[in-house]
């Protein structure tokens, strides 16, 4: 009979008490480890049975290398076919846009011929205008040259036109564009006489819309002929001028989605560069004519102006701006339209629209002139915009108190501008005279604002 106190774990099973000492436990529980050990024996060093493993984990890592980079690959040139698809697809989306605009090009160019030029060639040429081309501004020649232009620019961007939607129609990975761009830059230069045109034309219409009441009426007949939307003829005449550098974005765009790989990359880079030297070359001038169009265009908006369309003048720069008085900031009520020439700097107001007329195209009421040769000019100091953006955003507090919606985030108030000085003693101009509309000032800073 064993000792009640060398016993460790009783159980009741059965009613009978069963018990193990701890000697057997100790010796049951050191056998697996033992046994454990002889197991992991053959990771020894220099024993048969490492070497066998050896061999067979060499054996398992050859055969995940032989088929796991097939996967690898795989997967590779799967992405590679969904970006080349993805590419295709958007580069035709960008050839149809550039088929979009071109379409609505041609349109424009249509209706410039068609509603204003065919009928203007029979107009110049009747009696009762002839002493409107025996002034030196006003040319036959120069109206007519201007029907020719526009005639041959219709038809190269009719042919272009139908390039792209032939190419359009049969679309597929392989489709080649460069060709059809190349055939325009060939026959890009007769923008050209176009481009030189331009300031004799301009003069033309001015000397026309100022000298004939019956040229207005001529337009206005010529628009009501038609069912299309017509816009001025100053529109058409721009419209060429800024379609221009056009082309050298859309084929950097569509450049970038082609693969370097396809026929048609470096085809397509070679066409580009081409594009973008005529641009770069054209680019002053296009500049130029753009701004003595806008000179053109200020002439027609304001009333009461001093600044005449001349073969010279140009318009370079037009933008809103708020005078302000520093005695009350907050009144923000004087803004005017500045019109920066290449020899004036005028300022306008805009006239209200007639209640109860149709929608017309903006007038400006010309209020004054501001000479720059005898002026101080210089940025408005912290301590002025601190000011003035205290006082705009206290006025637009209050107005946001009256609207009962004061827990709306309010906007960030931005102000720029300039202050101006016009000394009395020099408000003259170098001969003597004073400038139109220049009112004289005792040398006192004028703040214009833009917020």
Same mark, same amino acid.
């Given at each position: 009979?064993?000792?009640?106190?060398?016993?460790?774990?009783?159980?009741?099973?059965?009613?009978?008490?069963?018990?193990?000492?701890?000697?057997?436990? @100790?010796?049951?529980?050191?056998?697996?480890?033992?046994?454990?050990?002889?197991?992991? !024996?053959?990771?020894? +060093?220099?024993?048969?049975?490492?070497?066998?493993?050896?061999?067979?984990?060499?054996?398992?890592?050859?055969?995940?290398?032989?088929?796991?980079?097939?996967?690898?690959?795989?997967?590779?040139?799967?992405?590679?076919?969904? +970006?080349?698809?993805?590419?295709?697809?958007?580069?035709?989306?960008?050839?149809?846009?550039?088929?979009?605009?071109?379409?609505?090009?041609?349109?424009?160019?249509?209706?410039?011929?068609?509603?204003?030029?065919?009928?203007?060639?029979?107009?110049?040429?009747?009696? !009762?205008?002839? +002493?409107?081309?025996?002034?030196?501004?006003?040319?036959?020649?120069?109206?007519?040259?201007?029907?020719?232009?526009?005639?041959?620019?219709?038809?190269?961007?009719?042919?272009?036109?139908?390039?792209?939607?032939?190419?359009?129609?049969?679309?597929?990975?392989?489709?080649?564009?460069?060709?059809?761009?190349?055939?325009?830059?060939?026959?890009?230069?007769?923008?050209?006489?176009?481009?030189?045109?331009?300031?004799?034309?301009?003069?033309?219409?001015?000397?026309?819309?100022?000298?004939?009441?019956?040229?207005?009426?001529?337009?206005?007949?010529?628009?009501?002929?038609?069912?299309?939307? #017509?816009?001025?003829?100053?529109?058409?005449?721009?419209?060429?001028?800024?379609?221009?550098?056009?082309?050298?974005?859309?084929?950097?765009?569509?450049?970038?989605?082609?693969?370097?790989?396809?026929?048609?990359?470096?085809?397509?880079?070679?066409?580009?560069?081409?594009?973008?030297?005529?641009?770069?070359?054209?680019?002053?001038?296009?500049?130029?004519?753009?701004?003595?169009?806008?000179?053109?265009?200020?002439?027609?908006?304001?009333?009461?102006?001093? #600044?005449?369309? @001349?073969?010279?003048?140009?318009?370079?720069?037009?933008?809103?701006?708020?005078?302000?008085?520093?005695?009350?900031?907050?009144?923000?009520?004087?803004?005017?339209?500045?019109?920066?020439?290449?020899?004036?700097?005028?300022?306008?107001?805009?006239?209200?629209?007639?209640?109860?007329?149709? @929608?017309?195209?903006?007038?400006?009421?010309?209020?004054?002139?501001?000479?720059?040769?005898?002026?101080?000019?210089?940025?408005?100091?912290?301590?002025?915009?601190?000011?003035?953006?205290?006082?705009?955003?206290?006025?637009?507090?209050?107005?946001?108190?009256?609207?009962?919606?004061?827990?709306?985030?309010?906007?960030?108030?931005?102000?720029?501008?300039?202050?101006?000085?016009?000394?009395?003693?020099?408000?003259?101009?170098?001969?003597?005279?004073?400038?139109?509309?220049?009112?004289?000032?005792?040398?006192?800073?004028?703040?214009?604002?833009?917020?």
């Amino acid at each position: 009979m064993r000792s009640a106190t060398s016993s460790i774990i009783t159980s009741s099973s059965g009613g009978e008490d069963s018990f193990q000492s701890l000697e057997t436990l @100790s010796t049951d529980l050191t056998l697996p480890y033992s046994q454990s050990i002889d197991q992991l !024996s053959i990771l020894q +060093d220099g024993s048969a049975h490492y070497y066998q493993l050896i061999d067979d984990l060499a054996i398992i890592d050859d055969l995940y290398q032989s088929f796991q980079p097939d996967e690898i690959e795989e997967d590779i040139y799967e992405r590679q076919v969904a +970006d080349v698809a993805r590419n295709v697809a958007q580069k035709k989306h960008d050839v149809d846009q550039i088929y979009q605009l071109e379409s609505q090009f041609v349109q424009d160019l249509t209706v410039f011929h068609q509603v204003y030029l065919v009928h203007l060639q029979r107009w110049i040429h009747e009696p !009762s205008n002839t +002493d409107l081309f025996n002034k030196n501004t006003c040319h036959r020649e120069v109206l007519t040259n201007l029907f020719d232009h526009v005639l041959k620019l219709l038809s190269v961007h009719q042919h272009f036109l139908n390039s792209c939607k032939e190419r359009l129609d049969m679309w597929g990975p392989t489709q080649f564009i460069s060709d059809i761009f190349g055939s325009l830059y060939e026959k890009i230069s007769i923008y050209e006489p176009y481009l030189e045109l331009i300031p004799n034309v301009v003069v033309s219409l001015d000397t026309l819309y100022s000298k004939s009441s019956s040229f207005l009426k001529f337009l206005e007949s010529c628009a009501s002929k038609t069912d299309r939307q #017509v816009k001025d003829i100053i529109y058409y005449i721009k419209r060429p001028i800024q379609r221009l550098s056009m082309y050298v974005s859309t084929l950097s765009h569509i450049i970038s989605v082609t693969e370097p790989s396809h026929p048609d990359y470096k085809a397509l880079i070679r066409i580009r560069d081409k594009f973008n030297a005529q641009d770069k070359q054209w680019r002053a001038l296009i500049k130029d004519r753009l701004a003595h169009i806008r000179a053109l265009e200020a002439a027609r908006s304001m009333i009461g102006s001093p #600044v005449s369309v @001349s073969v010279t003048r140009r318009l370079y720069i037009t933008g809103l701006l708020t005078k302000v008085d520093l005695s009350d900031a907050q009144s923000m009520s004087d803004t005017r339209t500045y019109l920066l020439y290449s020899d004036y700097f005028i300022y306008s107001q805009k006239i209200k629209p007639t209640i109860g007329k149709k @929608s017309q195209p903006q007038k400006l009421q010309y209020k004054g002139v501001i000479n720059l040769r005898n002026s101080e000019l210089k940025p408005l100091s912290e301590q002025i915009v601190a000011k003035i953006s205290e006082s705009k955003k206290t006025s637009v507090l209050t107005a946001a108190f009256k609207r009962n919606k004061q827990t709306e985030p309010q906007p960030t108030i931005y102000v720029y501008g300039f202050q101006l000085k016009i000394d009395q003693a020099l408000s003259d101009n170098a001969a003597g005279t004073i400038l139109p509309g220049t009112v004289l000032s005792s040398g006192i800073n004028t703040p214009h604002i833009s917020t």
